[in-house]
T-cell receptor, first 114, second 118 residues
Framework: AQSVTQPDIHITVSEGASLELRCNYS??????LFWYVQSPGQGLQLLLK??????LVQGIKGFEAEFKRSQSSFNLRKPSVHWSDAAEYFC????????????FGAGTRLTVKP | GAVVSQHPSWVICKSGTSVKIECRSL??????MFWYRQFPKQSLMLMAT?????????EQGVEKDKFLINHASLTLSTLTVTSAHPEDSSFYIC??????????????FGPGTRLTVL
């Protein structure tokens, strides 16, 4: 069955520290891959996406993600976290050539300590 | 960037009543709109996809007669929860895309509507 897993429900990091949020997927073929961020009371904002090509994807707000086919993973990273990065992060996948059937992970809540 | 709004942001209603939630694309024409439901500490679950002027396509397990979706214009879609019951309490999120259903266009998400049914 197709699934998206975010193993970490809640992560706390200190401001200025590095961050890695994990995402694993189970799909028949490599899907499209996305990371979204959701701040309280706001909609989901796309951070970055992977369709094909370079497996290291650069996104907005200093985020990047690396697609690893062998591990079925698409982990999100940031070298230095800012207090404003505190939010809920969702990994999502969609079958190729069909952005409709987007499936989301359960989300990882990021807390940033001063 | 593209902005999608939802109204109301939260609503409380009595069991048995109907509730309408609006989703608007403010600065682009949304050929396709999506409705999701999000339970606490869980994923967003796609409920239905609608193209302007067409009937919505519902996901398996979603009751069409309970969750009425209307996409009457390129900037507005509505979700009506009919005869709401406490189990319908949830966070409903819409998204909009300028592309046709099935395309690779980005979805832009609204802020969500919290529905509580007493």
């Amino acid at each position: 069955a197709q699934s998206v897993t975010q193993p970490d429900i809640h992560i706390t990091v200190s401001e200025g520290a590095s961050l890695e949020l994990r995402c694993n997927y189970s799909y028949g073929a490599t899907p499209y891959l996305f990371w979204y961020v959701q701040s309280p009371g706001q909609g989901l904002q796309l951070l970055l996406k992977y369709f094909s090509g370079d497996t290291l994807v650069q996104g907005i707000k200093g985020f990047e993600a690396e697609f690893k086919r062998s591990q079925s993973s698409f982990n999100l990273r940031k070298p230095s976290v800012h207090w404003s990065d505190a939010a809920e992060y969702f990994c999502a996948v969609a079958p190729r050539y069909n952005n409709n059937d987007m499936r989301f992970g359960a989300g990882t809540r990021l807390t940033v300590k001063p | 960037g593209a902005v999608v709004s939802q109204h109301p942001s939260w609503v409380i209603c009595k069991s048995g009543t109907s509730v309408k939630i609006e989703c608007r694309s403010l600065d682009f024409q949304a050929t396709t709109m999506f409705w999701y439901r999000q339970f606490p500490k869980q994923s967003l679950m796609l409920m239905a996809t609608s193209n302007e002027g067409s009937k919505a396509t519902y996901e398996q397990g979603v009751e069409k007669d309970k969750f009425l979706i209307n996409h009457a214009s390129l900037t507005l879609s509505t979700l009506t929860v009919t005869s709401a019951h406490p189990e319908d309490s949830s966070f409903y999120i819409c998204s909009a895309s300028p592309g046709l259903a099935g395309a690779r266009d980005e979805q832009f998400f609204g802020p969500g509507t919290r529905l509580t049914v007493l």
